[in-house]
Protein backbone atom coordinates (compact mmCIF):
# COMPACT_ATOMS: atom_id res chain seq x y z
CA UNK A 1 0.00 0.00 0.00
CA UNK A 2 2.48 2.28 0.97
CA UNK A 3 4.51 1.92 -2.48
CA UNK A 4 1.21 2.41 -4.13
CA UNK A 5 0.78 5.85 -2.70
CA UNK A 6 4.28 6.89 -3.00
CA UNK A 7 3.78 6.52 -6.92
CA UNK A 8 0.27 8.45 -6.26
CA UNK A 9 2.09 11.42 -4.99
CA UNK A 10 4.82 11.09 -7.73
CA UNK A 11 2.43 10.88 -10.11
CA UNK A 12 0.74 13.69 -8.75
CA UNK A 13 3.70 15.71 -8.17
CA UNK A 14 5.23 15.24 -11.40
CA UNK A 15 1.91 14.74 -13.94
CA UNK A 16 -1.32 16.20 -12.51
CA UNK A 17 -0.06 19.30 -10.23
CA UNK A 18 -1.78 21.60 -11.83
CA UNK A 19 -4.66 19.94 -12.62
CA UNK A 20 -4.72 18.81 -9.61
CA UNK A 21 -4.80 22.51 -8.32
CA UNK A 22 -7.38 24.06 -10.88
CA UNK A 23 -9.54 20.86 -9.75
CA UNK A 24 -8.79 21.86 -6.45
CA UNK A 25 -9.65 25.99 -7.17
CA UNK A 26 -13.18 25.30 -8.88
CA UNK A 27 -15.07 23.75 -5.87
CA UNK A 28 -15.97 24.31 -2.68
CA UNK A 29 -15.28 20.80 -1.53
CA UNK A 30 -11.57 20.41 -2.69
CA UNK A 31 -10.58 18.48 -0.20
CA UNK A 32 -13.59 15.60 -1.83
CA UNK A 33 -12.64 16.26 -5.22
CA UNK A 34 -8.89 15.59 -4.31
CA UNK A 35 -9.56 12.64 -2.49
CA UNK A 36 -11.97 11.37 -5.11
CA UNK A 37 -8.42 11.26 -7.69
CA UNK A 38 -6.47 9.05 -5.30
CA UNK A 39 -9.50 6.95 -4.95
CA UNK A 40 -9.99 6.63 -8.66
CA UNK A 41 -5.63 5.75 -8.71
CA UNK A 42 -6.44 3.21 -6.37
CA UNK A 43 -8.82 1.31 -8.34
CA UNK A 44 -7.22 1.58 -11.13
CA UNK A 45 -4.39 -0.21 -9.39
CA UNK A 46 -6.85 -3.20 -8.02
CA UNK A 47 -7.59 -1.86 -4.83
CA UNK A 48 -10.69 -2.93 -3.41
CA UNK A 49 -11.99 -0.52 -0.95
CA UNK A 50 -15.48 1.04 0.92
CA UNK A 51 -15.50 4.96 0.52
CA UNK A 52 -16.69 6.65 3.82
CA UNK A 53 -18.02 4.10 6.31
CA UNK A 54 -19.54 5.83 9.11
CA UNK A 55 -18.95 4.54 12.93
CA UNK A 56 -18.62 5.77 16.37
CA UNK A 57 -16.05 8.49 15.97
CA UNK A 58 -16.40 9.68 12.52
CA UNK A 59 -15.94 8.34 8.82
CA UNK A 60 -12.92 7.88 8.05
CA UNK A 61 -12.33 8.91 4.12
CA UNK A 62 -11.05 4.97 3.10
CA UNK A 63 -11.08 1.18 3.84
CA UNK A 64 -9.33 -0.53 1.62
CA UNK A 65 -8.04 -4.20 1.68
CA UNK A 66 -9.59 -4.76 5.34
CA UNK A 67 -9.04 -8.52 6.76
CA UNK A 68 -5.41 -8.93 4.74
CA UNK A 69 -1.97 -8.33 5.61
CA UNK A 70 -1.69 -5.26 4.16
CA UNK A 71 -4.78 -3.12 5.18
CA UNK A 72 -5.09 0.67 4.29
CA UNK A 73 -6.62 3.22 6.61
CA UNK A 74 -6.71 6.56 5.13
CA UNK A 75 -7.66 10.10 5.06
CA UNK A 76 -7.70 13.13 2.99
CA UNK A 77 -6.62 16.55 4.07
CA UNK A 78 -5.71 19.36 2.33
CA UNK A 79 -2.58 22.29 3.46
CA UNK A 80 -3.61 25.88 1.85
CA UNK A 81 -1.51 28.05 3.56
CA UNK A 82 -4.65 29.15 5.79
CA UNK A 83 -4.71 26.08 7.79
CA UNK A 84 -1.97 26.35 10.98
CA UNK A 85 -0.08 23.40 12.94
CA UNK A 86 -3.99 22.60 15.06
CA UNK A 87 -5.81 21.54 11.64
CA UNK A 88 -2.84 19.18 11.09
CA UNK A 89 -2.54 17.85 14.62
CA UNK A 90 -6.02 16.69 14.45
CA UNK A 91 -5.76 14.91 11.63
CA UNK A 92 -3.15 13.19 13.31
CA UNK A 93 -5.38 12.93 16.21
CA UNK A 94 -8.06 11.62 13.42
CA UNK A 95 -6.02 8.78 11.77
CA UNK A 96 -4.63 7.28 15.04
CA UNK A 97 -8.51 7.34 16.62
CA UNK A 98 -9.13 5.23 13.00
CA UNK A 99 -6.23 2.84 13.38
CA UNK A 100 -7.50 2.02 16.90
CA UNK A 101 -11.15 1.65 16.29
CA UNK A 102 -10.67 -0.45 13.35
CA UNK A 103 -7.27 -2.00 15.53
CA UNK A 104 -5.18 -1.65 12.53
CA UNK A 105 -1.41 -0.72 13.44
CA UNK A 106 -0.84 1.79 10.67
CA UNK A 107 -3.31 4.78 9.37
CA UNK A 108 -2.61 6.78 6.02
CA UNK A 109 -2.86 10.30 5.90
CA UNK A 110 -2.74 12.02 2.20
CA UNK A 111 -2.06 15.77 2.57
CA UNK A 112 -2.52 18.02 -0.67
CA UNK A 113 -0.20 21.03 -0.01
CA UNK A 114 -1.33 23.93 -2.06
CA UNK A 115 1.16 26.52 -0.73
CA UNK A 116 4.33 27.54 -0.99
CA UNK A 117 5.72 27.24 2.63
CA UNK A 118 7.03 23.55 3.06
CA UNK A 119 5.49 21.80 5.62
CA UNK A 120 7.31 21.14 8.95
CA UNK A 121 6.27 18.83 11.43
CA UNK A 122 7.42 17.85 14.98
CA UNK A 123 6.68 14.21 14.91
CA UNK A 124 6.54 14.59 18.80
CA UNK A 125 3.54 16.19 19.13
CA UNK A 126 1.59 14.39 16.95
CA UNK A 127 1.30 11.50 18.66
CA UNK A 128 1.15 13.10 22.04
CA UNK A 129 -2.30 13.40 23.35
Known amino acids: MLALLRCYKHRSEWFNREELRNLAAKTRVAERCLALDLYRYLYD???DFHLEPSSMPGAIDL???QN???PLLLDVKILDGKSDKSYIKQAFDQIHTYTQQYNEPFGYLAVYQ???APLKLD???AFAR
Open 114 to 116: DCT
Open 63 to 65: IAA
Open 123 to 125: TIW
Open 45 to 47: QGI
Open 68 to 70: TDD
